[in-house]
């Protein structure tokens, strides 16, 4: 079991910039991809960013604006979000699915069911 625990959410106007971060605890043993994904009011969870064995991978909406990334040494996953636009207001989660290996399908970043555990959320308002 692998728990995860969002923060640094918030309220920023456009063009501004914010840092989440994603702690994990339990069962942390071995690689795991970890990755990003948002979902907006009345729609579907979409990914947003995902790091593993290949490196990070980006949605195309978000390349250039944000970065992924990960301190092994306090089981933390990063995302830093710049520009910021009104159209990336949603709730992020933060999730983990295990390496299995090489000869194992990866987890996509288009893929939220690829993924098996996942964090409560944590909030992101751009307002214009």
């Known amino acids: 079991q692998v728990d995860l625990a969002e923060s640094g959410g918030g309220s920023v106007p456009a063009g501004g910039s914010l840092r989440l971060s994603c702690v994990a605890s339990?069962?942390?043993?071995?690689?795991?991809?970890m990755g990003w994904f948002r979902q907006a009011p009345g729609k579907g969870r979409e990914g947003v960013a995902l790091?593993?064995?290949?490196?990070?991978k980006y949605v195309d909406s978000v390349k250039g604006r944000f970065t992924i990334s990960q301190d092994n040494a306090k089981n933390t996953l990063y995302l830093e979000m710049n520009s910021l636009r009104p159209e990336d207001t949603a709730m992020y989660y933060c999730?983990?699915?295990?390496?299995?290996?090489?000869?194992?399908?990866?987890?996509?970043?288009?893929?939220?069911?690829?993924?098996?555990?996942w964090g409560q959320g944590t909030q992101v308002t751009v307002s214009i």
């Open positions: 790091i593993g064995r290949d490196g990070p």
């Open positions: 999730a983990a699915e295990l390496d299995r290996g090489s000869d194992y399908a990866r987890p996509r970043v288009s893929r939220p069911g690829d993924f098996t555990y």
């Open positions: 339990g069962y942390t043993r071995g690689k795991y991809y």
